[in-house]
């Protein structure tokens, strides 16, 4: 008898899979948002989108984890981010408020969603050109070039996070100021704009912390997390607000890197 050998296949390993399945269950969440607010449920709609953007923390650094990124993995994964948060928090946003200013409800919504696909755009196309990628400074390897998607996303549902906080209160009026078209319509385009900005914003991808911050800090995240499970509509805006109070320190901190590298270049010439 003779042994039976195993078959080979040619093909990627299951390993290198894993990041692209990951951006394809962050797209379903994103699918599922936008079903959710057809049906009026708004808070799950923006539980979705989280999820979405959980995801999308995760798939990029688990493919350079598992050595398995690509460029249809970049590809897939903008892709998804548009859909995530540049589509369905607008849809999200409109079904909620915007829909009962009719055609001029849709224009903010018109106006992010096509922001965003720019600044994806930007991005993907930094990815192979010095813009953003290998060419650029040492310093600015720690920022954003505009406000990410998720983060844009984050910002954007910000009244519903207020209504919804609203609501669970009883604070029938705050829920008719959160709703009134004027402030989720001000969100998305303000959003939208710095989106496709040059804000230089802190990326935390190589963040250090310095020796003495690190308790606080785990204290700070631990503290976070309790107010999220307890009160999450309130903490998710509070995130908001923390987010948008940060941009202008990450614009200082950007500009004073940019200084000391320009002061450091000089010294160098002059010395030469």
């Known amino acids: 008898m003779r042994r039976r050998t195993r078959p080979r296949f040619s093909g990627p390993s299951f390993n290198r899979l894993i990041p692209n399945l990951m951006t394809l269950l962050g797209l379903c969440a994103g699918l ?13 709609a923006t539980v979705a989108v ?8 995760l798939d990029g650094r688990l493919a350079r984890l598992l050595k398995a990124t ?7 994964d903008s892709l998804a981010d548009f859909l995530c948060f540049g ?4 849809f999200i946003l409109y079904l909620w408020s915007l829909q009962r200013l009719g055609g001029f409800g849709f224009t903010p919504c018109i106006i992010f969603a096509v922001c965003m696909a720019l600044r994806l755009a930007r991005f993907n196309a930094s990815l192979g050109g010095d813009s953003g990628g290998h060419g650029a400074p040492a310093y600015a390897w720690n920022f954003f070039t505009g406000v990410p998607a998720p983060a844009g996303a984050l910002l954007a549902l910000f009244p519903l996070f207020v209504g919804l906080e609203g609501r669970a ?10 709703r009134f078209p004027l402030l989720p319509a001000a969100m ?8 496709v900005s040059t804000l230089p914003v802190w990326s935390f991808k190589n963040f250090k912390v310095p020796a003495d911050y690190v308790l606080p800090l785990m204290l700070g995240v631990g503290t976070f997390a309790a107010v999220l499970v307890a009160d999450p509509w309130a903490a998710l805006a509070a995130a ?4 948008l109070g940060m941009l202008p320190f990450s ?5 004073r890197l940019q200084a000391e590298a320009a002061w450091q270049a000089d010294e160098t010439q002059a010395g030469l």
């Open 32 to 44: 599922t948002s936008m079903r959710l607010a057809l049906e009026g449920r708004f808070g799950a």
């Open 50 to 57: 989280l999820i979405a953007g959980c995801i999308d923390g």
């Open 70 to 76: 690509s460029r249809f993995g970049a590809e897939f």
């Open 87 to 90: 589509v369905a928090p607008a």
């Open 169 to 178: 209160m009883g604070l029938d009026w705050l829920v008719t100021a959160a």
């Open 188 to 195: 998305l385009i303000g959003t939208a704009m710095l989106l």
């Open 240 to 243: 908001g607000l923390i987010y």
């Open 251 to 255: 614009a200082r901190s950007f500009r």
